[in-house]
């Protein structure tokens, strides 16, 4: 990790960009985390491989983490700095979805989840960063997407080496460089036509492109990562004009900090990191105003994470738990919650909590194939006012997502379309033993979880 600043700068542009997508949807977000950008590779002269793991976005290598410290400013020759990126997707789930999904068959469904273009490079040695645009082929919608545009420099303190640096961004973890906060989280890329669970922590995309923030943070010695700023809601009509739903979930009373701190060592050959994050946010549901109460939201939580090669193999495990309280005193006051008014007092309504736990591991070959096999579980307090979707009020969910891909360009530049083209395509497959509850009978309808179990074939490429 003791790399000079400027060579570990020059290969991950080439590649960071170049995968860093995510539609991350996740539940997140919109539909799912999907990300590459090769006008970096171009800018670089590196190929994908050098920045990310797989040879594809978004996992970083060690290389890749650094560049994007750095705020994406290296520069080795000339480029045009837009890029375009295209998912596709045959989605099969284990029983016919009912309702069938908005202008789409109940099941089997063949699909073009999200093309997005891309604004990405570095301007001299201080500036840099990447903005994307995206339009939602299940949606049908254009907005704008993920966001972090950097200003940062580099100095010594105490004799080691520190960059620091500002990230404006629009989404808490986006600007993370770590595969374990969600904006870049496993999956990495999924449909909106898949069913998934109706809850989860608000940092888990819950903000994401409803929100403009300003975060500083300081990178010492390549080992110790520190970062701390806040999240505001812009306007209504600007969010509408954007593309985004400024009512879901509302916009925020004041500022919403978020604070991140991380440590990187070497271990056991590979590189491991471990940190802790804070978000907490008041918002104000649906942007009503007819009450001064506000829903408050605490998410707190630690990761981990571990990358070893083993020659041009590698392998990643990632780990994220996070234990959010929320206080849903507005909503709870509104009855927004099921449609009506909560008889009892606010408090027992909107008091409620969750737990998340993620764990991934995957292992590439060559650069080239992958596997990869994850496990979540969200549970949480029984209150049927919070989780009316749930037959038994609670919002448990608990599954395991796994995936086989293969990326033939991202470990070289010999790509038949040209240096720009790179491809990933793949399977995954997400089965569920607990869905927004229960495992027998979620919705009191006789739906089991099993149910949602999700077969999808995708190709995901990047020009």
């Not at 950097?150 to 961004?169: E, M, P, W």
């Not at 909590?353 to 096999?373: C, F, I, K, M, P």
Request: one cysteine or more; glycine letters at 12%; hydrophobic letters at 35%.
């Amino acid at each position: 990790m003791h790399i000079d600043m400027q060579l570990r700068v020059t290969g991950i542009a080439g590649c960071l960009l170049g995968a860093t997508l995510v539609a991350v949807g996740a539940t997140t977000v919109s539909t799912s985390p999907a990300r590459a950008v090769p006008a970096f590779a171009e800018q670089t002269g590196q190929p994908c491989a050098a920045c990310h793991v797989g040879g594809f976005g978004p996992q970083l290598t060690p290389f890749g983490r650094a560049f994007k410290l750095g705020g994406y400013t290296l520069r080795l020759k000339n480029n045009i700095p837009i890029s375009a990126m295209a998912v596709a997707s045959v989605t099969n789930t284990k029983r016919p979805q009912v309702p069938a999904p908005a202008g789409f068959s109940s099941n089997d469904n063949v699909a073009f989840d999200q093309g997005s273009l891309f604004l990405a490079g570095g301007v001299g040695s201080h500036l840099g960063g990447f903005a994307q645009f995206t339009y939602d082929g299940v949606g049908k919608a254009w907005s704008w997407d993920n966001l972090d545009l950097r200003a940062v420099n580099a100095a010594k303190i105490g004799g080691k080496d520190l960059v620091y640096g500002l990230s404006l961004n629009n989404s808490p973890s986006v600007q993370d460089v770590w595969n374990t906060l969600p904006a870049w989280g496993y999956p990495y890329t999924s449909s909106g036509l898949a069913p998934s669970p109706a809850n989860g922590p608000l940092i888990a995309g819950g903000l994401a492109q409803n929100v403009l923030g300003l975060t500083a943070y300081a990178w010492v010695d390549s080992k110790f990562y520190v970062e701390a700023g806040g999240y505001s809601s812009p306007r209504a009509g600007t969010l509408r004009w954007l593309g985004a739903d400024p009512a879901d979930p509302g916009d925020i009373k004041g500022i919403a900090p978020y604070v991140r701190v991380a440590i990187e060592q070497p271990l056991a050959g590979g590189t491991f990191e471990l940190g802790g994050f804070l978000l907490k946010a008041n918002i104000r549901p649906g942007l009503d105003r007819s009450t001064t109460l506000t829903n408050h939201y605490t998410d707190a939580g630690v990761d981990a994470s571990w990358l070893k090669t083993f020659g041009s193999d590698t392998l990643t495990v990632n780990a994220r738990y996070t234990n959010e309280h929320r206080s849903l005193d507005a909503t709870c006051s509104l009855g927004m919650t099921d449609g009506s008014i909560p008889t009892g007092p606010v408090s027992s309504c909107a008091n409620g909590s969750q737990r998340e736990l993620r764990v991934d591991a995957s292992y590439y070959w060559h650069n080239t194939v992958g596997g990869t096999l994850g496990a979540f579980d969200l549970s949480g307090r029984t209150n049927p006012s919070l989780y009316p979707e749930s037959r038994v009020g609670k919002p448990d969910s608990t599954g395991f997502l796994m995936q086989v891909d293969g990326t033939p360009f991202g470990g070289s530049r010999h790509s038949p379309l040209g240096p720009r083209f790179n491809m990933r395509v793949g399977v995954q497959y997400t089965a569920y033993t607990r869905f927004n509850g229960s495992r027998l009978d979620y919705d009191g309808a006789g739906a089991k979880a099993s149910d949602n179990n999700t077969l999808r074939l995708f190709t995901w490429i990047a020009f």
